[in-house]
């Protein structure tokens, strides 16, 4: 589990644009920030809506960084919480994964700009452009959370498509704000 847990949290780090911890200073000072204040684009109330389970509001990953907001279902642990994560990105992370072995194509009808990518592991992520405002949103609507055991690929293919249409709605929602 420790083993799996690890090498989806690296694959995280790659989809985010991210390959150096936030918490190191020097590390950090490296990367261009994103500016923004994610945990201001939703309330808890939008979130259950479109989750359909009763959420947290939005608290900040890392506190110095407001860039990066999950909001997760109420007394939960964390790695079986359903779970909504926005974060603002620059247009280099924005890119970035368009192409390469985690993209799965374009989104139509979001922003200026949208596509998928692919996280083995992790699940879909939603990239969305909006004049020069860039967010990405990534959800885990799937009871139980990594803690899962595995699923059949009917299975597999129906929480692809629910993670998907929340990622979507929850787009449509942040798009009003910025």
Known sequence: MQQRLTANLTSLAVVVGLSVSLRDPCAAA???RAGGDACKLLTAAQVTAVLGVQVDEGAYIDAT??????????????????????????????EAPKTGPFAK?????????????????IGFSLSIK??????????????????????????????????????RTI???????I
């Open 30 to 32: 490296a990367l261009e």
């Open 65 to 94: 960084h407001p860039e990066f907001c999950v909001w997760r279902e109420h007394d939960k642990p964390q790695m079986i919480a359903q779970n909504v994560q926005i974060h603002f990105m620059t247009a280099r992370q924005f």
């Open 105 to 121: 194509g374009p989104e139509s009808g979001l922003g200026d700009d949208a596509y998928w990518s692919y996280t083995p592991g």
């Open 130 to 167: 909006k004049g020069s405002t860039y967010i990405r949103v990534q959800s885990r609507p799937i009871p139980k959370g990594v803690a899962r055991s595995a699923d059949t690929p009917a299975l597999k293919a129906q929480w692809d498509e629910k993670m998907k249409t929340v990622e």
């Open 171 to 177: 787009g449509a929602e942040v798009l009003k704000k």
